[in-house]
């Protein structure tokens, strides 16, 4: 059984159906669900199956492809001297086979790829000098390292430029497909409970099935994080290893945006973390983006949009928060510390990432699914005791004349909005307009689990969308 992946799975079954030959790359951050997705759609019917080793060199590299070849032809073979053999040994071995449809999947590619060892090179010559005209080949290649597809394939002007045929960007589960993973893995949780488990699980399906239906939220997060030896304590390291070369790089990015709230700007990134300006910087930026680690968003002021990047990986913001330097040694740390200030903070910062990344969900809830939008956030510090600033989460610039000021708001029960925070949002709302000059109508939105209590403040807001709205869309999820 899959959950989701409906347009992705249609995508592939195409690429087996085709009359010509096919070159489909599946890629997406890693434990998303990739190698499943192929084994699930070819059932396993493969002319040719292998993944790459990490960190292996390329003598390992292609010992473990020459004995994945032998394997399948049935022949002992010697380890070819380059890639340009072993692919004239793949080649050979298609040839021989007398099939309508001939699937060869490459699981882990980027991982192959490895330094002065021309593997793109002999890739492109099996593709462009064969593979392209031979209508029964249906060539799948996967791969976590997102960044690397972007830089050898999509982005290169090299001999695999524009070759591919199809490109399948896997993405994290929604909220309603967590929902409806759990109902298949017979897990029960509430909606609260789901959203709290996706802010620090995302909709990763590989940490998803590590959860025991037979305990608690806060139990199944004490065992994955915090007992001896956990699951998922130093999961961190190897997602990093796995996306990137020179990973640690990349984690002084991720964890200077994971101390503020509302983003850095390109030159913050940098002062921070002692970098000076240059292309590689901004690559490894357009690589966390591709890698879904971070999002950019774009502040919204009176003279100029400001582009600034924040941080949208639910385990990177869980990590920094409450593993990295965590030395209590507290089995039941997560259990002990449900109401405390620190977890109240988080739960704030991951609810705002959470409706930034359901905006289909929100513009729906608006009934604005057809209408062009523009999605910014905006910031005004404090000038002085009399101006207070103002932040606002998410803001949508509507085609239709209307801007929605969204305030994202994590409670446990329903929320009731007294004076002081009526007039919080009212000072938000004039801030904004101060700002932007906006001649459109400006709606107050507010965003929050349970929806709103009665009060007298209540029409200082336009429109109200509850968590249940966050889980409203259903496409076909169950697929056999």
């Given amino acids: 059984m899959l959950i989701g992946r409906k347009k992705e799975l249609e995508s592939l079954n195409n690429a087996y159906n085709s009359s010509r030959a096919e070159f489909v790359i599946v890629y997406g951050r890693r434990r998303v669900g990739k190698t499943y997705l192929v084994q699930q759609a070819f059932n396993g019917n493969f002319a040719f199956r292998v993944t790459g080793l990490f960190k292996k060199n390329k003598r390992r590299q292609l010992e473990n492809f020459t004995n994945a070849l032998a394997e399948y032809s049935g022949y002992d073979m010697d380890i070819p001297k380059d890639w340009y053999e072993a692919f004239r040994l793949l080649k050979k071995y298609l040839q021989s086979l007398d099939l309508e449809r001939k699937v060869v999947f490459i699981d882990e590619l980027p991982w192959m790829a490895t330094a002065k060892s021309d593997f793109v090179g002999a890739l492109e010559s099996f593709w462009n000098g064969w593979g392209a005209n031979e209508d029964s080949l249906k060539l799948i290649v996967c791969g976590s390292a997102s960044s690397w597809f972007s830089e050898n394939v999509f982005n290169d002007k090299g001999g695999l430029f524009n070759r591919d045929t199809m490109r399948i960007y896997l993405k994290a589960f929604s909220l309603r497909e967590t929902e409806d993973f759990f109902v298949y893995q017979g897990i029960t949780l509430s909606r609260y409970e789901i959203i709290e488990c996706y802010m620090i699980l995302g909709g990763i399906p590989y940490y998803l099935r590590k959860l025991n239906k037979s305990l608690s939220l806060s139990q199944n997060i004490d065992m994955l994080f915090f007992h001896p030896k956990a699951l998922l304590f130093d999961e961190f390291t190897h997602l990093y290893d796995a996306l990137f070369n020179k990973s640690e790089d990349y984690v002084r990015i991720v964890q200077a945006l ?223």
């Fill in 258 to 480: 994971s101390a503020k709230r509302s983003g850095l700007t390109q030159k913050e990134i940098l002062a921070n973390i002692g970098m000076q300006q240059s292309g590689n910087f901004s690559k490894m930026l357009d690589n966390l983006i591709v890698s879904d680690i971070i999002s950019k968003i774009t502040t919204y002021g009176a003279r100029q949009k400001e582009e600034r990047y924040v941080l949208t990986d639910f385990y990177t913001i869980f990590y920094f928060r409450f593993i990295k330097g965590n030395n209590s040694m507290d089995s039941a740390f997560w259990t002990n510390r449900l109401d405390s200030p620190s977890l109240d903070a988080w739960r704030g910062l991951s609810f705002e990432r959470v409706c930034l990344l359901h905006l289909n969900e929100i513009k729906a809830k608006l009934g604005i699914t057809g209408v062009a939008t523009e999605t910014y956030s905006f910031e005004k510090k404090s000038c002085g005791e009399n101006d207070k600033g103002a932040q606002i989460d998410l803001i949508i610039d509507r085609r239709d004349q209307i801007i929605n000021v969204c305030e994202c708001k994590y409670s446990r029960n329903v929320f009731t909005i007294d004076k002081n925070y009526h007039n919080t949002l009212k000072n938000k709302v004039d801030k904004f307009k101060e700002f932007s000059k906006t001649r459109k109508a400006v709606h107050t939105t507010m965003i929050t689990t349970f929806g709103l209590g009665n009060s007298m403040y209540d029409n200082s807001v336009e429109s109200v969308i509850t968590a249940d709205d966050l889980f409203a869309i259903n496409s076909n999820l169950y697929l056999k």
